[in-house]
C-alpha cells in the first residue's frame, strides 16, 4: 500500500488510503451445518457462544436447516476455529462453504497410489493461472480446487491431471456428491438413525407393554408373571427390568449426551425434560425391584413401561419431525435438479464454423465455451444466443408461463427448456456465478434469516425448560403432601399404587408434556416452504424479515417507467401532413435517427424497420453533417435534403412555421401521455410521430385487486406531470409525485411512513434504490436474470405486475400460518401442563400417563411441521387467474 501511495505522490498527484472499503471486503460469511440440535434452546446457546468469539461479526443459527452462517474476520478467526468453537459447545460441525471459494470443484482421483502422488498433482494444479487454492483429501482420493471461472475451469484441470506424470496412469472425474446433495444426504442419515432407533425400542418396549397393561388382565399369564423369584420378586417385574435397561441407556443415550452438552453451558434444552422425567420413572422402578428382592412384605408397583414408551415415543416423533422437515427444503432440492446432467459442446474455427461437438458432464463448462441445445433439452449455462432461434420456456426459473422467443443476441437462463429450434450459445456465467446458483443461494440464505416474531418464541424457549421443572417438582411435592396429609379420600388412590407413586407420575406427565420443541419449529419451518412456495412463482423473498414487513403492507408506491409501463417506448402513431410515401419518409428519418443514442431515436428506427425487406440489419441511406442537439432533437442532409427530426423549440429555432394542424396533434399525443415529435424536410413540417411507452397489460385490473385487499396505491416517477398522472389515472392510481430524483422518492417513502403506513416500494431500476431501502419492504420488478438486486427485500422475477399481489398474498397466508402454529404448540402446553399435572383428575378421575404425555408432546411438534408443510398447497388469489394478460406487441 504504501509503495502505491508514493508512486502517487511521485507522479505528482496526492494520495491517501481509504481504509473502510478495504476493511468492508475482509468480512467473510461461511455456513456450517450442525448437527445435534433438538429445540430451540440449542440454536440459542450456540448463537451466544458463537457471537462471544473476538472477530464474529454476526450469526445466525437456524433449527430449521440445521446450519449456522456466520460472517467473521478471517484474520482474527478462521472457519476452522469457528467450528472448533462449534464442537466445543457439543455439536457436531461441518462446513458447507467458508465464503472465499466463489467456484469450486471437487474431482475424484483414481490411480493416485502414494501420498507423494498427489502433491504432485496439487502442485501441478496450483501452478495452473486462476487456481486460488487446492485441498486434497488422500484417503478419500478427493481434490477441491478454488478457482476463478473467468481464467480457467474444470476442464482444463482434468486435462492436467490426466497427462501429469509419465505413465498417464491418473483419471480425474467429477466427484459424485453435487453441493446440495451433502445437506441431503445428512438428512437421509438422519432420517434413516431415527428409524433404527425407534425400531429398536419398539422390539423392547413391546413386550414392557404388554407385560404391564395387557396380560395383567389375562388369568393364566396373569399367574406365570405374578410367580415370586426372591421375596416379594415377580418374573414380570424381572422381564420389564432387563427389557427396559437397554431402552434407557442404550437407545436413550443420545438425551444423556445431549442434556450433558445443554447443561455444561449453562442451558436447559428438551433433551434434560426427557433425561429427567425417563430416569425419575426408571430408577424409582429400580427402587421397588430392589425393596420387593430385600423385603417380604414390600408391595410396590414398577413404572418400567413408562420410561420405555416414552422414549419409544419421542423417537417416533422425532423420525416423523425429520421426514417432515425434510420436505420443507425440497424448494431447494428441486431448483438444483433444474441444471441438466450433460451439455454439447461445440468446437468452432476462425469463421464460425463447426468442427466437432462431444457430450461432457454440465458441470465441465467452462466460461465462453459454445453449447448447443436442442429441441427439448434444458439450456446447459447461463448464456446469449450465438446462432439460430426458437422459443424456450422460462417458467421453471421466473413463473412466466408463456414461452420466449429467442434469437441471436439474446440471453438465455440455465436450466429452462428448450421448446422448438436448435440453438449456439456462448456461456457467460457458470458455476456459482449462474442465474440458478444465485437463486438457490437467495432462498438458503432466505431460510436461514429469522423474522422477527420469531424472537418470542426464542425468549420463551429461554426460561421454559427450568419453569417446566419447578412446575413438575411443585406438582410432585402438591399431591404427594396431599396424599401424605390425607388432603384427598383414599379411594382416589388406584390400587396398584401408593399415594408417592400417584404423586410421581403426576410430575412426570408433567414434565414430559411440556417441551419447548414445536414453539421453535412453528416460525423456521412456515417461513421455509413460504419462501420455496415464493421461488417456484417466481417471488423471491429474501427472509422472514421481508416476509413479516410484507404482510402488514398498507401502502404501495410504485415507480412508473418499467415497473406500470413496459419501459421500451414503441411509435403508436404516424401523421404526414404532405403527400409522400411513408417508406420514403421513413428512409429519410431513420437514416437521420440512425446515429443518435436517444431510446426515441431508437424506437423511430426499429418502426422503420418495418418498412424494409432486409428487416434485420437494414442499410439506411448515408447522413452527412450530423448534428444532436441535447434535449431537442437531431438534424442531418439525406439524400441532398435537409432532414431535421426534433421537438417544437427545435423547430422554431431553425426558423419552420409549425402549422395549425399540427399543433392541435401534438397536444392531442400529449393529452394521450404520448411523446410528440415533429419532423420537417427542407424547412417544412412533413409529419408528426407519436411515440408511447404503453402501460403494462393488467395494471388497471392489478391496482383495483389492491385497493380491494385495502392496498393503498402511489405513483412516484422523474417522468413529467403531464404524462405521470395521465398513466395514473389511465390505471386507477389517484396520488401522483412526478419528477422526482431518487433521494425524492425516498423521502416520499418516510413521509408516508410517518403518517403510519406501511410502505412497500416496487422499483426496476438502479435510480430505485434509495426508495428500495428506505420502503418496509422493497420489491424489485422485472430482474430476470439479475437476480442478486441487494437493495430489494422481495425480487419479482417476471415484469408482470401481479407478482406484487402474489407477494403480499403469500406473505399474510404464510403468516397466518405462523400464528396458526403458535396456537398449535402454546395451545398444547397451556392445555396440556394442568390436565398432565391432574386438574381433571378429582372431578373425573382422569389421568394423563407419562408415556400418553410423551406420545402428545411429540404430536404437537410433529402437528406444527405439518401444519407449515400445507402452504405448499398455496394458490394464488382467484382473482389473478381470472385476470386475462395479453401480451404486448413491440413490433
Not at 57 to 80: F, R, S
Not at 378 to 399: C, R
Not at 567 to 591: D, I, S
Not at 622 to 634: K, L, N, P, Y
Request: charged share 20%.
Amino acid at each position: 500500500e504504501e509503495s502505491i501511495l508514493e508512486a502517487i505522490e511521485d507522479a505528482g498527484f496526492q494520495a491517501a488510503l481509504i481504509q473502510d472499503e478495504t476493511d468492508d471486503k475482509s468480512i467473510l460469511v461461511c455456513r456450517i451445518r450442525i448437527n445435534g440440535m433438538t429445540c430451540t434452546s440449542c440454536s440459542s446457546t450456540l448463537e451466544n457462544a458463537l457471537q462471544a468469539v473476538p472477530g464474529v461479526q454476526k450469526v445466525q443459527v437456524a433449527l430449521a436447516t440445521e446450519e449456522a452462517q456466520i460472517h467473521h474476520d478471517p484474520k482474527i478467526i478462521t472457519y476452522n476455529q469457528l467450528m472448533e468453537k462449534i464442537e466445543e459447545t457439543g455439536f457436531g460441525a461441518v462446513l458447507v462453504s467458508t465464503g472465499e471459494d466463489m467456484s469450486k470443484i471437487n474431482l475424484r482421483i483414481d490411480g493416485v497410489r502414494t501420498v507423494n502422488s498427489m502433491r504432485m498433482l496439487e502442485n501441478s494444479l496450483q501452478a495452473l493461472p486462476g487456481v486460488q487454492a487446492v485441498q486434497t483429501s488422500p484417503e478419500l482420493k478427493k481434490i477441491a480446487v478454488s478457482y476463478k471461472p473467468d481464467m480457467t475451469g474444470p476442464r482444463n484441470f482434468i486435462k492436467v491431471i490426466d497427462s501429469t506424470g509419465s505413465s498417464r496412469r491418473f483419471k480425474a472425474t467429477i466427484y459424485p456428491e453435487g453441493e446440495g446433495a451433502g445437506r441431503e444426504s445428512h438428512r437421509k442419515e438422519e432420517i434413516k438413525q431415527y428409524f433404527r432407533s425407534f425400531l429398536w425400542s419398539l422390539i423392547f418396549t413391546t413386550p414392557v407393554f404388554l407385560t404391564s397393561m395387557v396380560f395383567m388382565y389375562i388369568p393364566g399369564i396373569k399367574h406365570g408373571l405374578d410367580t415370586k423369584v426372591v421375596n416379594m420378586l415377580t418374573i414380570g417385574e424381572v422381564i420389564r427390568w432387563v427389557l427396559s435397561t437397554p431402552v434407557q441407556f442404550i437407545i436413550g443415550r443420545r438425551f444423556y449426551t445431549g442434556s450433558y452438552k445443554a447443561l455444561r453451558h449453562g442451558s436447559a434444552n428438551m433433551d434434560v425434560l426427557i433425561a429427567l422425567g425417563t430416569n425419575a420413572a426408571y430408577f424409582y422402578s429400580v427402587y421397588t425391584v430392589i425393596r420387593a428382592a430385600s423385603s417380604p412384605d414390600f408391595e410396590g408397583t414398577d413404572f418400567f413401561e413408562t420410561s420405555a414408551m416414552l422414549i419409544s415415543f419421542i423417537l417416533l416423533g422425532k423420525y416423523l419431525e425429520v421426514l417432515a422437515k425434510g420436505k420443507t427444503s425440497e424448494a431447494i432440492a428441486k431448483l438444483m435438479n433444474l441444471a441438466p446432467e450433460t451439455a454439447i459442446l461445440l468446437s468452432l474455427d476462425e469463421e464460425g464454423n463447426v468442427i466437432s461437438e462431444e457430450e461432457i458432464d454440465s458441470r465441465l463448462i467452462q466460461k465462453n465455451d459454445i453449447i448447443k441445445i436442442i429441441p427439448g433439452a434444458k439450456v446447459a449455462s447461463d448464456g446469449f444466443v450465438l446462432w439460430g432461434q426458437s422459443h424456450i420456456n422460462e417458467s421453471m426459473i421466473t413463473g412466466e408461463a408463456r414461452p420466449v422467443a429467442k434469437r441471436k443476441g439474446d440471453t438465455v437462463i440455465g436450466g429452462t427448456v428448450n421448446e422448438n429450434g436448435v440453438l449456439h450459445i456462448k456461456a457467460t456465467k457458470v458455476g456459482s456465478e449462474s442465474a440458478l446458483a444465485q437463486i438457490v443461494r437467495l432462498v438458503e440464505s432466505a431460510q436461514m434469516a429469522k423474522a422477527p416474531v420469531q424472537k418470542f418464541a426464542d425468549r420463551i424457549s429461554k426460561y421454559f425448560v427450568p419453569l417446566v421443572i419447578m412446575l413438575s417438582f411443585s406438582t410432585w411435592l402438591a399431591w404427594f403432601l396431599a396424599g401424605k396429609l390425607h388432603g384427598y379420600p383414599e379411594s382416589w388412590i388406584p390400587s396398584s399404587m401408593d399415594s408417592f407413586e400417584l404423586a410421581l407420575q403426576f410430575g412426570i406427565s408433567v414434565m414430559v408434556i411440556a417441551c419447548p420443541c414445536a414453539l421453535g419449529l412453528a416460525t423456521p419451518t412456515a417461513v421455509m416452504v413460504g419462501t420455496g412456495v415464493g421461488a417456484s412463482l417466481g417471488v423471491l423473498i429474501k427472509g422472514g424479515q421481508a416476509l413479516e414487513g410484507a404482510h402488514k403492507v398498507n401502502c404501495i408506491v410504485f415507480d412508473k417507467t418499467g415497473t406500470l409501463t413496459v419501459g421500451k417506448p414503441v411509435v403508436v402513431n404516424t401523421r404526414l401532413l404532405k403527400n409522400m410515401v411513408l417508406h420514403e419518409f421513413y428512409e429519410l428519418v431513420a437514416a437521420t435517427e440512425v446515429n443518435s443514442e436517444h431510446p426515441l431515436a431508437k424506437a423511430i428506427i426499429e418502426y422503420g424497420k418495418k418498412f424494409r425487406e432486409d428487416e434485420e440489419n437494414p442499410a439506411w441511406p448515408e447522413a452527412r453533417d450530423f448534428v444532436s442537439i441535447t434535449g431537442h432533437g437531431v438534424k442531418a442532409i439525406v439524400r441532398n435534403k435537409e432532414v431535421i427530426v426534433g421537438n417544437k423549440s427545435l423547430m422554431l429555432e431553425n426558423n419552420i412555421v409549425i402549422p395549425v394542424d399540427a399543433q392541435d396533434m401534438l397536444t392531442e399525443t400529449e393529452s394521450m401521455a404520448q411523446t410528440g415529435i415533429l419532423v420537417s424536410i427542407d424547412g417544412e413540417v412533413t409529419g408528426v410521430l407519436a411515440i408511447s411507452d404503453p402501460v403494462k397489460p393488467g395494471a388497471q385490473e392489478v391496482i383495483s385487486i389492491l385497493k380491494s385487499m385495502n392496498v393503498r396505491s402511489i405513483v412516484v416517477t422523474g417522468d413529467n406531470w403531464g404524462t405521470a398522472s395521465s398513466i395514473a389515472s389511465q390505471i386507477g392510481i389517484e396520488t401522483v409525485v412526478a419528477e422526482a430524483k431518487p433521494e425524492q422518492k425516498a423521502e416520499k417513502v418516510k413521509e408516508l411512513q410517518a403518517e403510519g403506513y406501511a410502505v412497500a416500494m416496487v422499483g426496476d431500476g438502479i435510480n430505485d434504490s434509495p426508495a428500495l431501502v428506505a420502503a418496509d419492504v422493497g420489491m424489485a420488478i422485472g430482474a430476470g436474470t439479475d437476480i442478486a438486486i441487494e437493495a430489494a427485500d422481495i425480487v419479482l422475477m417476471k415484469s408482470n405486475l401481479e407478482d406484487v399481489i402474489t407477494a403480499i398474498h403469500l406473505s399474510r397466508r404464510t403468516f397466518s400460518r405462523i400464528r396458526l402454529n403458535y396456537i398449535w404448540a402454546l395451545g398444547y402446553n397451556i392445555l396440556g401442563i394442568p390436565i398432565a399435572a391432574g386438574a381433571l383428575f378429582p372431578s373425573t378421575g382422569f389421568r394423563l400417563p407419562p408415556w400418553i404425555a410423551g406420545a402428545a408432546m411429540a404430536a404437537s411438534s410433529v402437528s406444527v411441521v405439518c401444519c407449515s408443510l400445507l402452504l405448499k398447497n398455496y394458490e394464488r388469489p382467484k382473482k389473478l387467474e381470472n385476470l386475462e394478460i395479453g401480451g404486448i406487441q413491440i413490433e
